[in-house]
């Protein structure tokens, strides 16, 4: 068994991947513009756009510079920001080598700053985000020195920084806006609405009067809160790749510029059609500003599980240097060093415990609440927390190569998928702006050609309500956000999703397949059954079998010894032991004989097992082989070493049958014992005796009657059958192939996760569907409405107004509606 910090395979072959942080998205359609825009780029094989996350993931086919995919998403109209490098230099002696280093990075094309520390041996640069690392390596070895990217978390902070500052500023432009636009609305509105306000109006102010304010007002309005959808709207429009931005540009300065030609050159206008709408351009960007402002805060919220991972690991770290205890920053630890942990203090990096006796709190990890006992040779993981005791342990991964480090990359990459779900979406806010920049086209023709008079003022109107209405960021929010909540929701729960279309494939499972050997079992033999006969005490006949025992290497003398340990007996010398081939053994143990061995040696010895018989008839039902012990000539005991089964398993096969799911055992196990722990368990269906082959031809099978299939497994034989089902579920705690080659993994040995794991899937797939049921429901609805179709019988116009409320109200919903998976309640808790 292996520990849980290995969870990569190195030396395996993989697509190279490019990850870039894009800004500038606001909705659906973005991400394809994105998306089709790296995808032209030459050797790019795949581009998967993450609106919730602003990140886009390329895989290449060959070798692409990423200056070419930074300059297809700028071409594109979007923006990505610059990049924040750590390097970790070598060969530097004194200040001036320093010097010499920073010169170099700040001779190559891009790098805005860099500052380089010669105590730390570290260089943090500031960079255009088509600087590559290869890049500023190669310049500080042309200078003379060594340099290697280093594992560090600028980008992610820098991330955080970033877009805690653009919440801050779309507060503040809310607000602006919000003051703004009340006098406006009370002007307009209130004048419509409240016969008191408009006499007070006309006699106190006047009403071109007003006009006027409301246009000094609205234009503030436009120009300096509602200018981000001008800067990036009005530009993809001229490119002839409309986003949300151009449908909010176009329909308020639509607004804005007939208000205009009304307050200023009122003779322009057919008779009757003379009206502003100021308070329509001025609400519609006060109420999309709320909008993003509530989509800015949900979204920090749902990767909030990376923040948490991200702030488990300590700053600092108390190392032992040169005899003496000194305190470091956490990125200047290195492997081999001797870390010391005080009761209370979270474990720095993971490592091996040289000294002292403790607990530690791994929940973290495994999602298991009970603390676990670490001494000499113990492991422990970076992030978990210390209880009761002072530990010193030497650290054996640092920086990336930590499990907590590979964690936080897997829950990333899992956070960053797009389901097959996803690719309809895609489909459909690929074209569906222009579409409804031709729908409001439309529009203003058929009610400027048919509709009542003024007909100018009904086709403007409805027009820009269609404008509004129709934007698809609920489209855009649907999947990714229930993505990240729900893979958040899951490492919370010790279950990681290893990619994002395990998660939907999951909820697709019909039957469920284990292996039993570290998966249904505890996967190691220990003593079970250790039943006396006569006079025979049972902690006398322990001690004297494990000291018979003591020398040998079998795992069934081991499970002997460990037992006897676990008791407290103290185990005296075995002298003369002799091993019988394939039956037993002898020895003389504190003066008395012992043979230990199977019923064919006991009666080989003379012994009868009869009497035995009730308890060898109940451990073969159990599918349990005995063994029999006899001290000084007489029967003594029947003993019983095998793999039992995990405390849990019971619980977590009854969950899944309460899911609707068959279970399945695969196992190269011998059929009796896989038929005893299968009626034990209540499990369906057994294929026992099977090589790894096998399991392959049995899921085949299995998949074929039943329907999807997860199979769940441990060991390096499990690989195949992992990586053939639709979805491969691996105990972390088990191997580190069969881990690479799973979907899913369980960070504890429990089978609790399984139930756990696919209830998730479930509850975040039908969130999805929620969200985009609702998405594509509103927008289906609602443009008809606030084209006019219901006025010729019904009356009812939706004013632009309205749709700027319902339009914002939507993605906030959809945010909302995902952040419900934060209080997913697993089955098995």
């Not at 019904?794 to 309205?802: A, K, T």
Request: with cysteine.
């Amino acid at each position: 068994m292996t520990s849980h910090a290995a969870l990569t395979v190195p030396g395996q072959e993989q697509p190279a991947k490019i990850v870039l942080p894009v800004t500038g998205m606001n909705c659906a359609s973005c991400v394809g513009r994105v998306e089709k825009a790296l995808l032209r780029v030459e050797g790019v094989a795949a581009a998967a756009v993450n609106l919730a996350a602003e990140r886009a993931e390329v895989t290449l086919a060959r070798p692409v510079p990423r200056a070419a995919l930074v300059e297809a998403v700028t071409e594109a109209g979007y923006e990505v920001p610059g990049r924040h490098l750590e390097l970790a230099i070598t060969g530097m002696n004194c200040a001036s080598c320093a010097g010499r280093v920073e010169r170099a990075l700040l001779a190559v094309p891009g790098v805005e700053a860099a500052a380089v520390n010669v105590a730390s041996d570290r260089a943090t640069i500031t960079a255009a985000p088509w600087v590559a690392e290869a890049d500023l390596v190669g310049a500080v070895a042309a200078a003379g020195y060594a340099a290697a990217a280093r594992g560090g978390r600028a980008d992610d902070e820098a991330q955080q920084r970033r877009k805690d500052d653009e919440q801050r500023v779309l507060a503040r432009d809310l607000t602006v806006a919000a003051l703004l636009t009340l006098p406006v609305f009370a002007l307009e509105m209130g004048g419509h609405l409240i016969p008191a306000v408009h006499d007070l109006v006309m006699t106190r102010i006047g009403m071109r009067e007003s006009w006027l304010l409301q246009f000094a007002l609205t234009a503030v309005i436009l120009a300096w809160p509602g200018r981000r959808f001008y800067r990036i709207g009005l530009p993809a429009l001229l490119r002839g790749a409309p986003d949300m931005n151009s449908l909010v540009a176009v329909g308020t300065l639509a607004a804005f510029a007939y208000s205009v030609i009304a307050t200023f050159t009122p003779g322009l206008l057919p008779a009757g059609t003379v009206n502003v709408y100021f308070e329509a351009a001025a609400v519609i960007v006060t109420l999309i500003l709320l909008g993003r402002y509530l989509e800015a805060r949900a979204k920090g919220r749902t990767s909030a599980a990376i923040t948490r991972l991200v702030g488990l690991q300590p700053k600092i770290a108390r190392v032992r240097r040169n005899g003496r205890s000194v305190e470091l920053p956490l990125d200047q630890l290195a492997a081999g060093d001797l870390v010391e942990l005080r009761p209370g203090e979270r474990v720095a990096t993971d490592g091996v415990v040289v000294e002292g006796e403790s607990f530690v709190d791994e929940a973290m990890i495994s999602g298991e609440p009970a603390p676990v006992a670490k001494g000499p040779g113990a492991q422990v993981i970076g992030g978990t927390v210390n209880q009761t005791g002072s530990l010193t342990f030497r650290a054996t991964a640092v920086g990336g190569a930590t499990m907590l480090a590979q964690i936080i990359r897997m829950v990333e990459a899992a956070q960053g998928a797009k389901l097959p779900i996803q690719q309809l979406v895609d489909r459909v806010t690929l074209w569906f702006v222009p579409a409804v920049m031709g729908v409001a086209a439309l529009t203003f023709l058929a009610w400027l050609l048919a509709g009542p008079e003024p007909a100018l003022t009904f086709a403007l109107v409805n027009a820009v309500a269609v404008l509004i209405i129709a934007c698809p960021c609920a489209m855009g929010l649907a999947t990714p956000t229930s993505i990240m909540v729900g893979t958040g929701q899951g490492a919370a729960m010790g279950v990681l999703f290893r990619n994002g279309t395990a998660l939907q494939a999951l909820r697709n499972t019909r039957v469920v397949a284990l292996d039993k050997t570290g998966t249904l079992t505890m996967g190691r033999p220990v003593l079970t059954d250790l039943v006396t006969r006569g006079t025979f005490d049972h902690p006398v006949v322990l001690a004297l079998v494990a000291a018979a025992e003591a020398r040998s290497e079998h795992p069934i003398a081991r499970a002997l010894v460990a037992a006897a340990e676990a008791e407290g007996l103290d185990l005296p010398e075995a002298t003369g032991v002799q091993s019988v081939s394939g039956q037993g053994l002898q020895a003389e143990v504190a003066g008395r004989r012992v043979h230990v061995g199977s019923d064919r040696f006991m009666a080989a010895l003379g012994h009868d097992v009869a009497g035995f018989a009730a308890e060898a008839a109940r451990l073969a039902d159990e599918g349990k082989s005995p063994l029999y012990a006899a001290i000084d000539g007489d029967l003594a005991a029947i003993i019983v070493v095998a793999d039992p089964v995990k405390p849990d398993t019971p619980a977590a096969i009854a969950a899944l049958h309460d899911l609707g799911l068959k279970v399945a055992m695969v196992t190269g196990d011998n059929r009796r014992t896989a038929a005893a722990i299968a009626r034990q368990l209540g499990i369906d269906e057994v294929a026992a005796e099977v090589l790894p082959a096998g399991k392959v031809e049995a899921i085949a099978d299995l998949r074929r009657r039943h329907g999807a299939l997860a199979f769940v497994g441990d060991g390096i034989n499990d690989a195949p059958a992992l990586a053939e089902a639709d979805v491969g579920i691996a105990i972390g705690t088990g191997t580190d192939i069969a881990i690479e080659a799973a979907d899913v993994v369980l960070m504890s040995g429990s089978l609790r996760g399984v139930p756990n794991a696919i209830a998730l899937s479930q509850a975040t797939i039908r969130n999805i569907r929620q969200n985009l049921f609702w998405a594509f429901a509103y927008n289906t609805a609602l443009i008809p409405v606030a084209a006019g179709l219901l006025y010729p019988v019904f009356g009812i116009l939706l004013s632009p107004v309205l749709a700027a409320a319902a339009m914002a109200m939507s993605s906030v919903f959809v945010l909302g509606n995902a952040l419900r998976l934060t209080s997913f309640s697993p089955p098995q808790p």
